[in-house]
């Protein structure tokens, strides 16, 4: 089975622009979760998606949003980028509704904001 | 994060030592998961543990959970320089529907050959 994918992998943008990254999960996964890891704050939970309904948040501002599609890809998409949010952005999935589920990342995609 | 302490925070071992990273927790504990992450990559899978007690090995790596502690350690037997990198513990603190992670600060580990 392929693993999870994320596009693009590095991604430089300026202030105040947007950005969208992607997230492809494993075959059959249905849940994708997206985290932000940077090294102040280290690895933290920004939101889940599951069967394209939003399941779990995190506190971050609503500059950062997300959408899951009907084949479970998910897209993240952070609008009016600030300095701060230069950070590697992790994607996850995992294959069963259970609570307590195995979880698979991505290899990221490094953000640079300038 | 304060909710997930790991210790210690930095490791440097010389190859074929054990060594033990620990990952405590200030709430109660509803599964634990290990990864392993290289520099500005992604998570690697290692284990994970749900029940008080459990103990699960692969390899040389060995995991336990400690429920009553709210604690969990990661044992490396003889280390190699495949074992370096940084390890971070996750869990779930909250027991509601769904996979969000609460993860500790993380510990590099240094093999030095």
């Known amino acids: 089975k392929a693993g999870v994918t994320q596009t693009p992998r590095y991604l430089i943008k300026t202030r105040g622009q947007q950005v969208t990254l992607s997230c492809s999960p494993i075959?059959?996964?249905?849940?994708v979760s997206w985290y932000q890891q940077t090294p102040g704050q280290g690895l933290q939970f920004l939101f889940e998606y599951f069967s394209e309904t939003q399941r779990n948040k995190g506190n971050f501002p609503g500059r950062f949003s997300g959408r899951q599609f009907s084949n479970s890809r998910s897209e993240m998409n952070v609008s009016t980028l600030e300095l701060g949010d230069s950070a590697l952005y992790l994607c996850?999935?995992?294959?069963?509704?259970?609570?307590?589920?195995?979880?698979?990342f991505g290899p990221g995609t490094r953000l640079t904001v300038t | 994060s304060q909710e997930l302490e790991q210790s210690p925070q930095s490791l440097i071992v010389q190859e074929g030592k054990n060594l033990t990273i620990n990952c405590t927790s200030s709430k109660t504990l509803y599964g634990l998961y290990w990864y392993k992450q290289k520099y500005g990559e992604g998570l690697i899978f290692l284990m994970m543990?749900?029940?008080?007690?459990e103990e699960k090995s692969h390899e040389k790596i060995t995991a336990k959970l400690d429920e009553k502690k709210q604690q969990s350690s990661l044992h490396i037997t003889a280390s190699q320089p495949s074992h370096a990198g940084i390890y971070l513990c996750?869990?779930?603190?909250?027991?509601?529907?769904?996979?969000?992670?609460?993860f500790g600060g993380g510990t590099r580990l240094m093999v030095k050959p």
């Open positions: 075959s059959g996964h249905r849940s």
């Open positions: 996750g869990a779930d603190l909250l027991n509601n529907a769904g996979n969000m992670l609460t």
């Open positions: 543990l749900q029940k008080g007690g």
């Open positions: 996850a999935s995992s294959g069963r509704e259970l609570i307590f589920n195995e979880q698979y």
